[in-house]
T-cell receptor, first 109, second 113 residues
Framework: EDQVTQSPEALRLQEGESSSLNCSYT??????LFWYRQDPGKGPEFLFT???AGEEKEKERLKATLTKKESFLHITAPKPEDSATYLC??????????FGQGTRLTINP | DAGVTQSPTHLIKTRGQHVTLRCSPI?????VSWYQQVLGQGPQFIFQ???????GRGNFPDRFSARQFPNYSSELNVNALLLGDSALYLC????????????FGDGTRLSIL
């Protein structure tokens, strides 16, 4: 059975305190992985696509990496506006996304 | 450019009723997918449509159905509503069936009384 687990479920950091979010998965027919950010009451906002193990993508304070079984979202010197729920979604053929439950990130000023 | 638009934004229904949710994809996008997101969980895949044909279906009962129109907009229909159908229904569009990113609308919040 396809399974996606994100950890931690919730993370509270001080502004400027770097950390990493984890996404581990067991998905058949894996074709890549997306990272999204979701603010309360909004739809997920696309951040990154990773297609192969070893690949890295960066955007402002965020960097996503991919191995064969997991992906990491590294947040460097975060700001309060980085507070959101971060979702990972392995791509399982024909664009079926299998989402994790998300990591709820709070950055305190 | 306009993003994915969904209507209505909020809807309240009672058990046993049916509902139709609508989605307009980003201009030029031919693929539309539907997801259900229960509070505190990640979105769960319901359907994918491409070129007006169903290309993928998640583990949802036959009460759920959808279609895509020639202009690539889409409708999600749910019959015989249950309390457990209360959720945020998200529509996502992408260029085609490849690995291009799916871009989401802000969803329809459906509440069943």
């Amino acid at each position: 059975e396809d399974q996606v687990t994100q950890s931690p479920e919730a993370l509270r950091l001080q502004e400027g305190e770097s950390s990493s979010l984890n996404c581990s998965y067991t998905v058949s027919g894996l074709r890549g992985l997306f990272w999204y950010r979701q603010d309360p009451g909004k739809g997920p906002e696309f951040l990154f696509t990773l297609y192969s193990a070893g690949e890295e993508k960066e955007k402002e304070r965020l960097k996503a990496t991919l191995t064969k079984k997991e992906s990491f979202l590294h947040i460097t010197a975060p700001k309060p506006e980085d507070s959101a729920t971060y979702l990972c979604a392995p791509i399982q053929g024909a664009q079926k996304l299998v989402f994790g439950q998300g990591t709820r990130l709070t950055i305190n000023p | 450019d306009a993003g994915v638009t969904q209507s209505p934004t909020h809807l309240i229904k009672t058990r046993g009723q049916h509902v139709t949710l609508r989605c307009s994809p980003i201009s030029g996008h031919k693929s539309v997918s539907w997801y259900q997101q229960v509070l505190g969980q990640g979105p769960q895949f319901i359907f994918q449509y491409y070129e007006k044909e169903e290309r993928g279906r998640g583990n949802f009962p036959d009460r759920f159905s959808a279609r895509q129109f020639p202009n690539y907009s889409s409708e999600l229909n749910v019959n015989a509503l249950l309390l457990g159908d209360s959720a945020l229904y998200l529509c996502a569009s992408s260029l085609d069936r490849g690995n291009q990113p799916q871009h989401f609308g802000d969803g329809t919040r459906l509440s069943i009384l």
